[in-house]
T-cell receptor, first 113, second 113 residues
Framework: KAGVTQTPRYLIKTRGQQVTLSCSPI?????VSWYQQTPGQGLQFLFE???????NKGNFPGRFSGRQFSNSRSEMNVSTLELGDSALYLC????????????FGPGTRLTVL | DQQVKQNSPSLSVQEGRISILNCDYT??????FLWYKKYPAEGPTFLIS?????DKNEDGRFTVFLNKSAKHLSLHIVPSQPGDSAVYFC????????????FGTGTRLQVTL
């Protein structure tokens, strides 16, 4: 079956702009999580959505937000972009049963100039 | 506060030998641990996991060991192959699912001929 897909794969924005990233989970997966990967910090958890509700949230400012649709597709939005937001943004999906693993998409590379 | 630590940023091993990647954690609430492999420009790929009720889990060339008293886990790859060259992340969860993972900063493994 198809894996997790993320669009776009690459994005260049300038400071102050906003951006929306999209994630389509594996069919049947209801949990979608977002992570930010930077060279210095590794992968950091942003938030998780399950059945259209944010269930978990990491330690990121309110400029980072997300949502999930009824078909489990998810979007992540970053407003008022800062240079430090340049990173690889990864989406992962799981069926959300105990001991299930997450399956990651290829990521969206965001560059803020 | 880095709750999951991979203290070796890089490791070089000869083809055919054993690769041992280490990971330490500080949060005693973690009860599920996973290892992921990541190639450049791709999302992390799940390798193997272990529940805190076990101390060893094996899958082909990959074995994960968990020492709960030391809050330490390790991934053994035997025999190492050039295709194993990648960045390896350990991750931990404290809610019985893989929906919200805390990652280490990764270890870059290079398998030489």
């Amino acid at each position: 079956k198809a894996g997790v897909t993320q669009t776009p794969r690459y994005l260049i924005k300038t400071r102050g702009q906003q951006v929306t990233l999209s994630c389509s989970p594996i069919s049947g997966h209801r949990s979608v999580s977002w992570y930010q990967q930077t060279p210095g910090q590794g992968l950091q958890f942003l938030f998780e959505y399950f059945s259209e509700t944010q269930r978990n949230k990491g330690n990121f400012p309110g400029r980072f937000s997300g949502r999930q649709f009824s078909n489990s597709r998810s979007e992540m939005n970053v407003s008022t972009l800062e240079l430090g937001d340049s990173a690889l943004y990864l989406c992962a999906s799981s069926r959300d049963r105990a001991r299930e693993t997450q399956y990651f998409g290829p990521g969206t590379r965001l560059t803020v100039l | 506060d880095q709750q999951v630590k991979q203290n070796s940023p890089s490791l070089s091993v000869q083809e055919g030998r054993i690769s041992i990647l280490n990971c330490d954690y500080t949060n005693s609430m973690f009860d599920y641990f996973l290892w992921y492999k990541k190639y450049p420009a791709e999302g992390p790929t799940f390798l193997i996991s272990i529940s805190s009720i076990k101390d060893k889990n094996e899958d082909g060339r990959f074995t994960v060991f968990l020492n709960k008293s030391a809050k330490h886990l390790s991934l053994h790859i035997v025999p190492s192959q050039p295709g194993d060259s990648a960045v390896y992340f350990c991750a931990a969860s404290g809610d019985g699912t893989a929906s919200k993972l805390t990652f280490g900063t990764g270890t870059r493994l290079q398998v030489t001929l």
